[in-house]
């Protein structure tokens, strides 16, 4: 009797275990790669050693923040945000399977990468995208460093790359009128209207409030502003693994295109950094220069996640479901826009407590994988010690998106309804 409720009490405590180490290990994503620290794939070893000696390269100050994937190339970001990043732009071949820990590839070269560089290398990088052309689009910020250490030594400048012969083929620099001190763009959207060459970027400015539109076509660009576009003031206190800290400042920031809908809109979604809301606006608006100085009602209202529900990255698939990052959750939560924006309505696809804190970018490529990149981006910014090098500190998981949707709340099909998980109210 006695025996049988010892038992019961370790079959319990087995299910409690079992219970708390699901709720805390990635179930559908897969670990692609993970670092201890960034290391780059330098000429020679010769170049490396050098590299180190000058302190070009500081390993410990090497921090992923953006991800893209094109064909076999994984593209990863490195911010020039302290000393030692010998490049900005990199990218990993994802059918070399020799090392889970790769070393990072300057894109298209080391020239390229130039810091200080303004005609034809680049300063820093933080998100980029891949368009249906085969382009890579990239905002380099021209900055060196971050908060009261920036320098910015070249003004905010589009590139795009052709991905078929990794050339640049168009460098355009933000007009200065468009920025100010505060300016701090680091989310790119681009929208491809019937042809290659009539391409809008749009553009969150997370400390000057602005959205700005960036048109190929006619190669020029205008800004946006909104009230919509600021932090809320009561959302702006932050606690990631067990560190508090305070964002209060930052507004618009995650910005996701929506597929065309049945009325022929596509809206592009967006919300400040502090902030639980989710705003949109239709794209027809932004392309219209002449809306610049009356817009203020096409600007929308989506809904709220409710607390603890900060993100950063955005991206939405062709059937308008979208996959955001929730950075005090360690998870990445999903919508499906045929429903309201409420809670009920939202999900997560995947968490983990220790591989997801801060999933820094969300992305999703041409065969509909998810790709998500997790970089301890607070810890690095915020925490006391920093990281922990001895540690695994960076990781690349990925999941077909039809796996990470199913049986959440953003499935379309309602008999798959099944142990999702909603959000709390
Ligand atoms: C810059 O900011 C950091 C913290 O963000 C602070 O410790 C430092 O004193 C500041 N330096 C100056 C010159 O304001
Ligand atoms: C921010 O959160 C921390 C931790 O929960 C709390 O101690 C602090 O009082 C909060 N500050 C504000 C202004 O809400």
Request: charged share 20%.
């Amino acid at each position: 009797m006695c025996f049988k409720g010892r038992n019961l009490v370790s079959l319990a405590a087995i299910w409690i275990l079992v219970l708390i180490s699901a709720t805390q290990a990635v179930q559908k994503l897969q670990k692609k790669y993970e670092w201890k620290y960034m290391d780059y794939l330098f000429d020679s070893p010769n170049d490396k050693i050098k590299a180190f000696q000058t302190q070009r390269y500081i390993p410990e100050n090497n921090l992923p923040v953006g991800m893209e994937v094109f064909r076999e190339k994984l593209f990863v970001t490195v911010p020039r945000w302290r000393p030692g990043i010998p490049s900005t732009l990199n990218y990993i071949p994802l059918n070399d399977v020799y090392s889970n820990s790769p070393p990072l590839i300057p894109y298209p070269d080391w020239k390229s990468n130039e810091l200080g560089n303004c005609e034809t290398g680049l300063t820093t990088v933080y998100r980029i995208k891949v368009d249906e052309c085969n382009r890579l689009w990239v905002l380099d910020t021209g900055t060196y460093g971050i908060g009261n250490t920036t320098q910015q030594l070249c003004p905010y400048a589009i590139n795009i790359f052709d991905l078929e012969t990794n050339q640049r083929i168009k460098r355009f620099e933000i007009p200065s009128t468009l920025i100010n001190q505060e300016t701090f763009i680091a989310n790119i959207a681009v929208d491809i209207e019937d042809r290659c060459d009539n391409a809008y970027a749009y553009l969150s400015d997370e400390l000057a409030y602005g959205l700005i539109v960036y048109s190929l076509a006619e190669d020029k660009a205008w800004k946006f502003r909104h009230g919509y576009f600021f932090p809320d003031p009561l959302a702006g206190n932050f606690t990631i693994d067990g560190y508090n800290f305070n964002w209060d400042l930052e507004g618009i920031f995650g910005i996701a295109l929506s597929p065309k809908y049945s009325n022929g809109e596509k809206l592009l979604y967006f919300s400040p950094l502090a902030s639980n809301t989710e705003f949109a606006v239709p794209t027809s608006i932004l392309k219209d220069i002449t809306k610049v100085s009356e817009s203020y009602s096409d600007f929308r209202l989506i809904g709220s996640r409710g607390p603890k529900s900060h993100l950063t990255s955005k991206v939405m698939d062709e059937y308008g479901i979208q996959l955001f990052n929730l950075i005090d959750r360690n998870a990445i939560g999903c919508w499906n826009s045929r429903f309201p924006y409420t809670p009920k309505n939202l999900g997560i696809v995947d968490k983990d407590d220790i591989g997801l804190i801060f999933p820094s970018d969300v992305k999703i490529d041409a065969y509909r994988n998810v790709w998500v990149l997790s970089d301890r981006m607070s810890n690095f910014l915020e925490a006391p010690g920093g990281l922990n090098f001895n540690e695994v500190n960076f990781r690349i998981y990925f999941a077909p998106m039809d796996v990470l949707i199913h049986g959440t709340v953003c499935d379309s099909s309602p008999n798959k309804y099944r142990g999702y998980q909603i959000f709390e109210h």
